[in-house]
């Protein structure tokens, strides 16, 4: 192995030495306590040390990196207390995550790290929105995001390095190719020679190096580094390297020929390194033992803290409390008395518009979003307003943008994104779920993000343009789920859900956008998330709904006069408001829960069930839902008139009535 130490001094020899035998000599410990049975698991780095440490030591200690499972080198370089790193992997909760997440899959912003999560390639797209941030603020500083040679595989991949190239991003994807994903072998995950070669594709640079080799790691990242900043363009580089023990340590390696170990083995990062100081007479046998036994002393202190520390003690309230980043602004009042009558297209757009005004860290991305307008015009006449910048066009890479923009939340950016339409999410929806979602749970960030859902039918667009897919959000812990019915809740609560540091599923009913107008206050104002609003009180049945169903409500009773009608618009699904719930069903004691999503998993299951368990006194009938049909949503007008909920809304009342 040819080490070029080129302008490095004495000094930085040995430090990044330091650095690189620091993890080596952690993850041997880590095996023999896992051997002992006094740690349960470990995913194991030995062999390639040299990439986490050189690529971190080449970059500024304030520049994000986005590692992986195999990544000690990147925390322990950047400095982090193997005290509170034990007790991370150790699941206390002096730990970096509570006790919440495991090894490590969290972050931490004071180290400029981004935590992982188990879909390995959605750490690619958050890269892209750190460095989307520093290209706004024209900060020379880039972004590095790791990735294993099976993580190659992934849409994520493909989509990451796309947008990155599109929008010239500065950041440095690595590809730790290492030679298996888990068990199975490079040439059963791709036939390309190299892994770099699928740069070309992306319009990028892509390198190959020697993975084992600290000083080619550290020299190649730290030109990368200043090519991404000086071209402002994403490379990629692969590290050739090999993993020495198993996936993780349960897994073994019989699958693993012996050769290979043997031939590795000679390529040790760690040993080459060590030789080659000692030849140039960099170091002495005195001077390694000094190191090793400093290092010996830094673990041997931190396990002694780490297994003192008691397990956690669940405290269910501080539980509850962390799904969500506490919302620190009130609610605003218009500043005058001004309205104006709007439809409900119009008054989402004033609510963005004016959002685009008071908050200048705002950036909109979505498909045909700016020149264009959107795909229902949304944001016409932005870009000329708020400029290219603010107002991203994107390639059709719905999981790369989500993650975007978790990136720029990460950076302090607030980031709204239009799902052209809301079935559309779904490729996005691993983003969504997986990490928009349980993010601050997991390491205290925040994730400042709205989600624009066009949803619903009623307009002949067929099965994927017409679904109504809310219920699959209000399932998911740390999502705000909001979904207005008229003009004036639709600018209010879109304003309220920008304010949100949350992240905020914000469902717009496309066949309400040019159908249905209202007086609007005209100035900036929100209306709280979670509240309901009581549409008319009534004394004989309860109609609980959303969206459109609330039109079909009042369309109802208003036909039908000689029932009284106590309808409540839900407006906010997660989190729900209990109370005017339990009010309107002690108002009639007879509910109707009516959604335009299907019956088997819709909400109305969830309202039906928490009513049954705490309104069962107040009750004078069985709890009735009015649903769509349990079929995809059909084209023809014929049949989606027949799938909608509103067809059999008469009949759900009546039921209740004769009961």
């Known amino acids: 192995m040819r080490f070029d130490r080129g302008r490095l001094t004495d000094d930085q020899l040995i430090q990044l030495y330091t650095e690189l035998l620091r993890p080596r000599m952690i993850e041997e410990k880590m095996l023999v306590l896992l051997r002992q049975g006094r740690i349960s698991k470990w995913f194991s780095g030995i062999g390639q040390e040299a990439i986490s440490v050189g690529a971190t030591m080449a970059l500024d200690s304030d520049e994000y990196v986005m590692p992986l499972h195999r990544n000690l080198g990147v925390f322990t370089a950047r400095k982090m207390p193997f005290e509170k790193l034990f007790m991370q992997w150790q699941g206390r909760k002096e730990g970096f995550s509570k006790g919440r997440e495991r090894s490590f899959h969290f972050g931490a912003n004071e180290y400029h790290i981004c935590g992982m999560i188990s879909h390995l390639g959605p750490q690619l797209a958050i890269a892209d929105g750190v460095a989307l941030a520093h290209k706004l603020r024209k900060e020379n500083k880039v972004s590095v995001a790791f990735s294993g040679d099976g993580g190659t595989s992934e849409g994520d991949f493909h989509e990451a390095l796309n947008v990155a190239a599109v929008w010239g991003l500065p950041v440095i994807f690595i590809i730790e190719n290492n ?36 000083l080619e790691v550290y020299k190649t990242i730290s030109e990368a580094r200043e090519y991404c900043i000086k071209k402002q363009k994403p490379i990629l580089i692969e590290c050739m390297t090999f993993r020495m023990r198993g996936h993780e340590e349960a897994s073994g390696v019989k699958y693993v020929p012996k050769e290979l170990f043997e031939e590795w083995a000679k390529k040790d990062p760690v040993a080459n390194f060590e030789q080659y100081l000692l030849k140039e007479k960099l170091v002495t046998q005195d001077k390694l033992g000094q190191i090793r036994a400093s290092i010996q002393k830094e673990i041997e202190d931190g396990l002694a803290t780490g297994f003192a520390a008691e397990p956690v003690k669940p405290d269910t309230a501080e539980e509850v409390a962390d799904v969500y980043a506490p919302l620190k602004t009130t609610a605003v009042a218009p500043a005058s008395s001004t309205r104006l009558e709007k439809k409900f297209i119009q008054a989402i757009s004033d609510g963005l518009r004016q959002c685009m005004e008071r908050h200048p860290n ?48 990460i950076k302090g950016f607030k980031s709204m994104m239009e799902m052209q339409f809301a079935d559309f999410v779904t490729v996005g929806f691993n983003q969504i779920i997986n990490n928009l979602a349980k993010i601050h749970y997991r390491w205290g960030q925040n994730a400042d993000v709205v989600v624009r859902m066009p949803t619903g039918g009623g307009v002949g667009a067929g099965p994927f343009h017409s679904q ?174 027949n799938f909608l909920a509103k067809n059999r809304l008469h009949e759900s009342v009546q039921k209740l009535l004769t009961y």
């Open 179 to 214: 030679g298996y994903g888990l068990s199975t072998p490079i040439n059963e995950q791709f036939v390309c020679k190299q892994l770099a070669d699928r740069a070309a594709g992306y319009g990028m640079k892509g390198i190959t190096i020697d993975g084992n080799n600290i």
């Open 362 to 409: 705002l950036v909109l991305m979505g498909q045909d979003i700016a020149e264009y307008g959107g795909a229902f015009k949304v944001t016409e006449g932005f870009v000329q307003q708020f400029g290219k910048e603010r107002v991203r066009n994107t390639p059709l890479c719905e999981s790369a943008i989500v993650g975007s923009a978790l990136g720029l939340s």
């Open 468 to 641: 109504s897919n809310e219920a699959w959000f209000v399932h998911t812990p740390g999502l705000k789920v909001v979904y207005p019915s008229t003009p004036e809740d639709a600018k209010g609560l879109l304003i309220a859900s920008i304010e949100d540091p949350n992240p905020v599923m914000f469902f717009e009913h496309k066949a309400l956008y040019r159908s249905i107008s209202g007086m609007v206050p005209d100035d900036y104002y929100t209306i709280e998330i979670g509240k309901a609003r009581q549409v008319q009180e009534g004394e004989d049945v309860s109609i609980i709904t959303y969206g459109a169903g609330v039109h079909w409500a009042t369309e109802y009773a208003a036909k039908n006069p000689d029932v009284s009608f106590d309808i409540v618009d839900l407006r906010t699904l997660l989190p729900l408001d209990y109370d005017a719930i339990r009010a309107s069903v002690q108002r009639t004691g007879k509910v109707l829960l009516l959604h335009e999503d299907t019956l088997v998993g819709g909400i109305g299951g969830e309202l039906a069930a928490w009513i049954s368990e705490n309104c069962f006194e107040l009750l004078d009938a069985p709890v009735v839902r009015c649903a769509s049909l349990d079929t995809p949503v059909p084209f023809a007008i014929e049949l989606e008139q």
